[in-house]
């Protein structure tokens, strides 16, 4: 995969041109720009974020299905509240950081 000097997206070996913002990965001589080393690829940072979004999914679904929001009935089994106390918190505030931090990768 070949980085965009301008704006780092992955591109395929192959291209001549970014997929995202159309500038040109073959120089004038016809020298390939390398792009800057990130320290994690744009896959590896995807994924994360990819992960992440799953994770906050699940804790919203839950938050919603157990929460009462809606028109059934609310699961009232003292062990299963005990664990959506925790539980619930933990998936959505940790895959908005997760997602925030695959972000921020992306460019470091």
């Not at 041109?17 to 390939?32: E, P």
């Not at 992440?52 to 699961?75: C, D």
């Not at 003292?78 to 106390?85: E, G, N, T």
Request: with cysteine; glycine share 12%; net charge positive.
């Amino acid at each position: 995969m070949r980085q965009c000097p301008y704006c780092s997206h992955a591109n395929l070996d192959t291209d001549t041109q970014c997929r995202k913002c159309d500038a040109s990965l073959v120089g004038a001589a016809g020298t390939v720009y390398a792009g800057r080393r990130h320290w994690i690829s744009g896959e590896t940072a995807y994924s994360v974020r990819r992960k992440a979004l799953a994770i906050l999914v699940l804790g919203l679904l839950m938050k919603v299905y157990w929460g009462g929001y809606g028109p059934w009935p609310v699961m009232d089994n003292p062990s299963l509240a005990s664990l959506r106390s925790w539980l619930e918190p933990l998936l959505v505030y940790g895959g908005v950081g997760l997602y925030a931090l695959g972000w921020i990768l992306r460019f470091v």
